[in-house]
């Protein structure tokens, strides 16, 4: 059986590349260590987004572990026109995959990203992995096992949120496991 944990990072100043975490977020960070306690890790994956980095890097120190930057698990960019009516598009990116703004990344492309990097995953031999990312690309993730997982999961999550996912040959159950205490 293989087990991955999807990590959307902890809050963050912003959504540029850059935007490091808040200090809550640097809490939050902290608190992965504990909640991970008694889960086994093999590897870390991390979106190369400074907040999904600084998400993780805690819990790969404090595991010994590398933390390996990759590019298919970046944020799916929504365009690079900043539009009031934001989740309006968002949600219309949801109903047509093939829907591409200005400046973005349409969910198709998106999920061609998420879907390359899980087949490499399911196909290794690594069996349990963490993959620290962003909501929008969490989302498509989840996707990936379940194509009801959508908009709406979206906006449930928290930052930062942890779902696990079981694969047993065709067998897949995910479920939300974070709960800030």
Request: charged fraction near 30%.
């Amino acid at each position: 059986m293989k087990t991955f944990y999807i990590v959307r990072h902890a809050k963050a100043e912003g959504q540029p590349f850059s935007a490091k975490l808040t200090e809550k977020g640097s809490e939050q960070a902290l608190k992965l260590i504990d909640f991970f306690k008694g889960k086994e890790i093999n590897r870390i994956y991390s979106s190369p987004f400074v907040r999904a980095i600084e998400t993780i890097r805690p819990l790969a120190q404090s595991r010994n572990l590398d933390i390996i930057e990759e590019s298919r698990l970046g944020e799916r960019v929504l365009s690079s026109i900043l539009f009031n009516d934001w989740q309006d598009k968002l949600k219309q990116s949801f109903t047509d995959f093939d829907l591409v703004f200005e400046g973005g990344e349409s969910h198709s492309s998106g999920m061609k990203r998420a879907s390359s990097l899980l087949d490499e995953l399911i196909a290794s031999n690594e069996n349990h992995i963490v993959l620290v990312s962003h909501g929008n690309l969490s989302t498509l993730l989840l996707r990936y096992f379940d194509e009801d997982a959508g908009f709406e999961h979206l906006m449930k999550m928290s930052n930062p949120d942890v779902f696990e996912i079981k694969v047993n040959g065709e067998d897949t159950v995910w479920t939300r496991i974070w709960n800030e205490k």
